[in-house]
Every structure is written in C-alpha cells, then in structure tokens.
C-alpha cells in the first residue's frame, strides 16, 4: 500500500470514528448548556447517546470496534483519552440512569469531550504523524 | 401549512433526534435509501431534507452506485474499498438520486465538509447545506425551520 493510500484510509478511518461515534454521542449534550441538567424529555436520549448509541450498542464498545483500524497504525493519546472517557461513562451508568444530577451532568460533559476530542481527530487527518 | 421533512438515513439517529428538537417546526417523515426517498417524495414533497452521509448499515443491494465501476475506476479493481467508499458517500448519492429525479429541495447534511467540497455540492446539487453536529439551533436555521 502506497503511504497516499495508507494517509487516505488513515483519515477516512477518522471520519467514521468522528461520525459514528462522535457525532450521535452529542445529540443530547450539545443541546444543554454547560453547568445546566436537561430537562426530562431529553434523559432519555442522554441515555442512548452514551448505552445505545447505534440502538443497540455501548458508545464504549462502539468506539473501541471503530477505533481498531486507527490503533493498528496509529498510536495517539487522543484515542486513549476517548476510551477513558467512555469507560468513565460506563461506570457512572447506574447514576445516571437512575437521574442523579452529578452523573448526569458528568455524563454530558463526557459527551462534549468526546465528540470534540474527534473532531480535532478528524480535522487532522487521523492523528499525529 | 405545516412543512415537511424527509428525513434520510440507514439508522434512526436523526429521526430521533428530529422527533425531540423539530417536531413543532415540521411534520416528520422518514426514508432508509434512495428508493424509499423517492417513493415518499412522489407521494408529498418535502420542504427540507435531512441527509445521513454514510449508509453503513445499509444493505449493498440497496445502496445507489455501480460497485464493478467505481471498483474499477478508482480503487484498481478492490470492490471491499470501492464499497466502503459507497457507503461513505451515500447520503450525496442518494441526494443525487433525488435531484435527478426532479426533487430539489434544500438538502441538509449534519458534518464537516471541508469549503470547497460544500461549494462542489451546492454546483452539482443546488440548495445544499451543512453543520457540523446536532445542534438544534443550527440545524433549525439551516432546514428553514425559522419561516415556517
């Protein structure tokens, strides 16, 4: 494979990262203001976002299958730091479902982190050279 | 007059989310591919439309493309690349689809496309339009939600 080929897959990898993963994960998050809990009609997307994010899926397990083909030839912190988030979300799960303000607004924090941290992921082609 | 949106996608994430955020702006329709699209434009156009750009759940079969041409015009034969990149680029296929068909209401895509890619959009598919993530509010202007 040509190192044109490999650059070109390397970001279309990273565009699908950013849109199947963080993309949808901000559905609810970029609709609440910071600081701010969402009302009620937007927990249960809150929910999805993070523990069914393609209906059926954790965001954490969705990102990590999605994020195999950058790791096997790219190694970037940014990666790291996303699947730390998610597992963040993933251990606040029972918090949040059950309404909890901390965990909730955690949660949406987690959810702006993650898409932001993708796009710059993205924008950059896949990750660092 | 109640607007309408079609909205097209392979999954239900924009439907859902549409249903939460434009529900009071526009009544909501939904279509899986580009035969469904057509099918419920034929039966009432839409004021707007609102694109999924990657059809990966989609069905091959039901994808809009030549997969043997685009194999062999641009990824030398591999029909696994030459798939992967339809799938990437349904939702402008599909909008494709559609303007050819004579539907040329204003599309909208939630993602990033670099300026230029927008510009040859907008040449080959007319009223196109774009933000970058769900946000409401910016996603309300861009549909024309504002002169319903």
Known sequence: ?129 | MVRQLLVIEDGHEYEEFAQLFLADAFEIRAAHSAAEALSALEQDEADALLVDLRFDRAPADTLVGDLDEMSRRRFGGDRHRALRHLMDQQGTLILGALRAAGHDARAVFVHDFPPQRLTNLCRLYGDVRAVSGFDAAALREALGAESA
């Not at chain 1, 927990?43 to 954790?58: E, F, I, V």
């Open chain 1, 1 to 129: 494979m040509s190192p044109d080929v490999a650059n070109d897959d390397l970001a279309a990898h990273a565009r699908r990262l950013l849109h199947d993963v963080g993309k949808y994960i901000a559905r609810t998050a970029r609709n609440v203001a910071e600081g701010q809990l969402p009302p009620d009609v937007l927990r249960p997307l809150l929910l999805q976002d993070l523990y069914a994010l393609d209906g059926t899926h954790k965001a954490s397990a969705l990102f990590h299958e999605r994020a195999l083909p950058l790791r096997a030839v790219r190694d970037d912190a940014r990666l790291d730091r996303v699947e730390a988030l998610l597992a963040r979300a993933d251990a606040i799960e029972a918090d949040v479902r059950a309404g909890e303000d901390h965990a909730v607004l955690e949660a949406l924090a987690i959810c702006r982190e993650v898409e932001s941290t993708l796009r710059a992921l993205a924008a950059d082609g896949g990750g660092e050279a």
